[in-house]
């Protein structure tokens, strides 16, 4: 039996997450696959509830479960809480709580969408890479950081750190799955700039000599988020630093046409984190278009990574390019001649398509 922990956190989290609930029981059920289920409070609803964005209880409960899927935290309700009492710092500290070191994020085009990106066909037709972004230091962590005033000035300050550890393992799960790719790794760096970057380019060398059937290429930064729109085909893996991860993949939901389609998976040492990229979506919470394609999708990441379930992964995946396929598509996706559907209808049609997978 299977745990897993439901954080439906603020905004449309909790419109997505029901439907990537749907879509994770009826593969369950069409695989066999026994699953417990608890809710939690993460973000904004923890803060109303408790004052603190991940109280201790959640923390617990996520330690103790084999996975977990998360809606998204964050609002205009809790915007002007100082930076270690807002939501997002919930999401933070429970990353880096269960350690959750490695955010991987796939990108690709799925067919039926490629006139829906505003790039062009031709330069985002096959594009399908995967993004393992560091997700435990960096700026997000670094110490010192704070907002001090110094006398007649204030202060704002945030540091960018690595050690050799934290490179290490990520760039060995990097290196690892473009082993099972097309054996390609570009590690994105600024090290004409800065020290951690010297370093991180330093320790991605080191580790490639352990994979010697892969290549691995180094791009700066800034030249990364040109070549991702300019010529997407020619990446297979690639790995950063956090901040760097961050900003690349909102960057890169436009080859896939919305950041609604994009899924992603942390992991650490055991269990797993899984969430669509985006965020809270103010400005369509309950409107019910919400797109709950990236929590599907992180739903078959679940089942793939924490459950070691492929068939039931892959089955979720096929599901979602068939419903694609026929032609029924969430607002944001919409192109002429197609079929609009809300959110839950999306959710029924793919869980249905995985029943009958
Ligand atoms: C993401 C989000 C988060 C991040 C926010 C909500 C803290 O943008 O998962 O990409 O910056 O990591
Ligand atoms: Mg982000």
Same mark, same amino acid.
């Given at each position: 039996?299977?745990?897993? %922990?439901?954080?439906?956190?603020?905004?449309?989290?909790p419109?997505?997450?029901?439907?990537?609930?749907?879509?994770?029981?009826?593969?369950?059920?069409?695989?066999?696959?026994?699953?417990?289920?608890?809710?939690?409070?993460?973000?904004?609803?923890?803060?109303?509830?408790?004052?603190?964005?991940?109280?201790?209880?959640?923390?617990?409960?996520?330690?103790?479960?084999?996975?977990?899927?998360l809606?998204?935290?964050?609002?205009?309700?809790?915007?002007?809480?100082?930076?270690?009492?807002?939501?997002e710092?919930?999401?933070?500290?429970?990353? =880096?709580?269960?350690?959750?070191?490695?955010?991987?994020?796939?990108?690709?085009?799925?067919?039926?969408?490629?006139?829906?990106?505003?790039?062009?066909?031709?330069?985002?037709?096959?594009?399908?890479?995967m993004?393992?972004?560091?997700?435990?230091?960096?700026?997000?962590?670094?110490?010192?950081?704070?907002?001090?005033?110094?006398?007649?000035?204030?202060?704002?300050?945030?540091?960018?750190?690595?050690?050799?550890?934290?490179?290490?393992?990520?760039?060995?799960?990097?290196?690892?799955?473009?082993?099972?790719?097309?054996?390609?790794?570009?590690?994105?760096?600024?090290?004409?700039?800065?020290?951690?970057?010297?370093?991180?380019?330093r320790?991605?060398?080191r580790?490639?000599?352990?994979?010697?059937? %892969?290549?691995?290429?180094h791009?700066?930064?800034?030249?990364?988020?040109?070549?991702?729109?300019?010529?997407?085909r020619?990446?297979?893996?690639?790995?950063?630093?956090?901040?760097f991860?961050?900003?690349?993949?909102?960057?890169a939901?436009?080859?896939?046409?919305?950041?609604?389609?994009?899924?992603?998976?942390?992991?650490?040492?055991?269990?797993?984190?899984?969430?669509?990229?985006?965020?809270?979506?103010p400005?369509?919470?309950?409107?019910?278009?919400?797109?709950?394609?990236?929590?599907?999708?992180?739903?078959?990441?679940l089942?793939?990574?924490?459950?070691?379930q492929?068939?039931?992964a892959?089955?979720?995946?096929?599901?979602?390019?068939? %419903?694609?396929?026929?032609?029924y598509r969430?607002?944001?996706?919409?192109?002429?001649?197609? =079929? %609009?559907?809300?959110?839950?209808?999306?959710?029924?049609?793919?869980?249905?398509?995985?029943?009958?997978?």
């Amino acid at each position: 039996m299977a745990t897993i %922990v439901v954080l439906r956190g603020d905004g449309i989290g909790p419109e997505v997450v029901e439907e990537g609930l749907k879509v994770l029981k009826a593969a369950a059920r069409r695989y066999g696959i026994a699953l417990e289920f608890t809710e939690a409070l993460l973000g904004g609803v923890a803060i109303d509830a408790t004052g603190d964005p991940l109280p201790e209880e959640t923390l617990r409960r996520c330690r103790e479960a084999d996975a977990i899927l998360l809606g998204a935290v964050g609002g205009p309700k809790w915007d002007t809480l100082p930076g270690d009492r807002r939501p997002e710092r919930g999401l933070l500290r429970l990353r =880096q709580g269960l350690e959750l070191y490695a955010n991987l994020r796939p990108v690709r085009v799925f067919p039926p969408l490629l006139d829906v990106s505003p790039l062009k066909r031709d330069v985002i037709d096959g594009a399908d890479f995967m993004i393992f972004r560091e997700l435990t230091g960096g700026l997000y962590y670094g110490t010192p950081r704070g907002i001090e005033r110094r006398g007649e000035e204030e202060t704002g300050m945030d540091t960018l750190i690595y050690t050799t550890s934290e490179i290490v393992r990520i760039a060995r799960l990097a290196f690892q799955a473009a082993s099972k790719r097309r054996k390609k790794v570009t590690s994105v760096d600024k090290a004409n700039v800065l020290m951690s970057s010297q370093l991180w380019r330093r320790v991605v060398v080191r580790v490639a000599q352990d994979f010697p059937g %892969v290549t691995l290429e180094h791009i700066l930064v800034d030249n990364c988020a040109m070549q991702i729109i300019r010529n997407p085909r020619q990446f297979d893996v690639i790995v950063t630093e956090n901040m760097f991860g961050d900003i690349l993949s909102d960057e890169a939901a436009v080859i896939a046409g919305s950041i609604g389609l994009l899924p992603s998976a942390s992991l650490g040492a055991r269990g797993g984190l899984y969430e669509p990229i985006h965020g809270t979506a103010p400005d369509i919470v309950g409107t019910g278009q919400a797109n709950p394609i990236g929590t599907i999708l992180s739903v078959a990441l679940l089942m793939r990574y924490s459950l070691k379930q492929e068939e039931a992964a892959t089955a979720i995946e096929t599901a979602v390019e068939r %419903v694609l396929a026929q032609g029924y598509r969430t607002a944001d996706v919409k192109q002429p001649g197609t =079929q %609009v559907v809300g959110t839950r209808q999306m959710g029924d049609l793919i869980a249905q398509a995985v029943q009958t997978a």
